[in-house]
């Protein structure tokens, strides 16, 4: 008989995650401009509390240092519990939205279950590292788990079946801690006291799953990562579809479309259709078996479909001392800010461009010149609908050979001010160099 979910396999989990909320109700850390995530005090403050903690003595390290709190960071935004938002003084923090208000009315079970559901389906894994797979490798880990006995230890080799070569143990050791997180597994570090080890050394000698962790290894491994993660479905996707996780072989079915005649894409198509129509499963109904009976039903409905009405103040930069500020309407769209900035520094509009939208590359949300192909659009993007929000800094990159990197700074939401029929340059400082450069480069 499968092993039946306990309160106590959850707790930590729940009580940790808590933690944060509550932090950062009462607390209201301000983020840091430069990242926008928390600060290296407020860190090592809120780490204290937690049950599963980094042990550190000073407030020295970045929140990527501190997995399990980034984890929780990142999870608040993605289940969209928590969005980012500017305060009465312009700092951004934090706030929690309606959806947060049902997160708190679930079970302790219905909890836990939302944060893994959210993991897997909206997390993006690769950006964790560029070059390997995150999502194979939690793949991997799964199926481990999944026949290894409880209390065992998993030495390095274990997941790849060769030691030189497993990566759970060195650079792709914040899965483990992801894992742990969630109460699949606990783990013994590698302790070296005479140096701080780099990102190729081991900082894990041995993982150790957990009874409740091989029971729900054992459902996750039929439902592979690969069918339910959104960020990886859209980075195997040529072609503007819409993403329906868990439906089984969507990824191959949309990948590699380049090399298929339209009658196969058609008949592919068709199939997509087919098990698109069969109905659409949420993860937490297959996880119900190992949970206390009545204790898992619901999950988080209410969905914000807020519309941030007002006239959009922007301020794009493009050198030091060469800048000018856009206002734009709410109803416009991303391709219309995109036009009105190729306007205002009297460039050709003759290339394709992106919106980075968490102001660097790479970015977990990008918007694209419909020119690109690739999805979404920034003719979809409507700047009242994306979640936009006052002080956000965004990455806009024109004309992919010579690169042009602009600064986007959202100044201000004026909800008084009259909207615009069309956008607007308020404000200039500074002459726009030259798109084209003709002279001689040593001139330059």
């Not at 030495?155 to 790849?160: P, Q, Y």
């Not at 140096?195 to 039929?222: H, M, Q, W």
Request: proline share 4%; aromatic share 14%.
């Amino acid at each position: 008989m499968m092993y039946k979910v306990g309160e106590k396999d959850v707790t930590h989990t729940i009580n940790d995650f808590l933690t944060f909320c509550s932090y950062l109700e009462e607390k209201r850390p301000v983020l840091s401009k430069k990242g926008v995530v928390l600060g290296k005090k407020d860190l090592f403050e809120l780490n204290g509390f937690l049950y599963r903690k980094k042990d550190v003595e000073k407030p020295n390290y970045m929140q990527e240092s501190y997995p399990v709190i980034d984890l929780m960071f990142n999870l608040a935004l993605l289940g969209r519990l928590y969005k980012k938002s500017a305060d009465e003084k312009g700092n951004i923090i934090l706030v929690k939205t309606e959806r947060k208000n049902e997160f708190d009315l679930l079970t302790i079970f219905e909890r836990y279950v939302f944060l893994l559901e959210t993991f897997y389906t909206r997390f993006d894994i690769e950006d964790l590292i560029q070059w390997d797979s995150a999502v194979y490798s939690i793949s991997k880990m799964i199926n481990k788990i999944a026949e290894s006995k409880p209390g065992e230890k998993l030495l390095k080799g274990a997941f790849s079946k060769n030691p030189d070569l497993d990566s759970i143990y060195s650079y792709l050791a914040v899965l483990v801690h992801y894992f742990s997180f969630f109460g699949i597994c606990s783990y013994i570090p590698v302790i070296d006291q005479k140096r701080n080890p780099t990102r190729y050394d081991d900082t894990i000698a041995a993982v150790i799953p957990t009874e409740f962790g091989k029971s729900l290894c054992r459902i996750l491994k039929d439902q592979h990562m690969a069918d339910w993660n959104i960020p990886w479905l859209k980075s195997c996707m040529f072609e503007k579809k819409e993403i329906v996780p868990g439906i089984t072989f969507q990824a191959e079915l949309l990948c590699n479309f380049g090399s298929l005649s339209k009658t196969m894409r058609k008949k592919i198509n068709m199939i997509y259709e087919e098990r698109k129509k069969s109905g659409y499963i949420p993860l937490f109904r297959f996880l119900q078996p190992i949970f206390p009976k009545g204790q898992l039903n619901q999950t988080i409905t209410k969905e914000i479909t807020e519309i941030s009405k007002g006239t959009y103040i922007f301020k794009v930069s493009l050198k030091t001392g060469i800048w000018r500020k856009i206002a734009i309407s709410h109803m416009d769209t991303l391709d219309d800010l995109h036009n009105m900035i190729q306007n205002a520094f009297d460039f050709g509009n003759d290339h394709l461009y992106a919106f980075y939208m968490e102001g660097k590359t790479p970015s977990s949300e990008v918007f694209c010149s419909p020119l690109c192909n690739e999805y979404p659009s920034a003719c979809d993007a409507v700047l009242g609908e994306i979640g936009l929000y006052q002080g956000q800094r965004i990455l806009y990159v024109f004309d992919f050979g010579d690169y042009w990197q602009f600064d986007v700074l959202l100044l201000k939401i004026d909800t008084d001010m009259e909207l615009t029929k069309t956008p607007q340059i308020i404000e200039s400082k500074g002459t726009a160099p030259p798109q084209y450069w003709f002279g001689d480069y040593d001139d330059e």
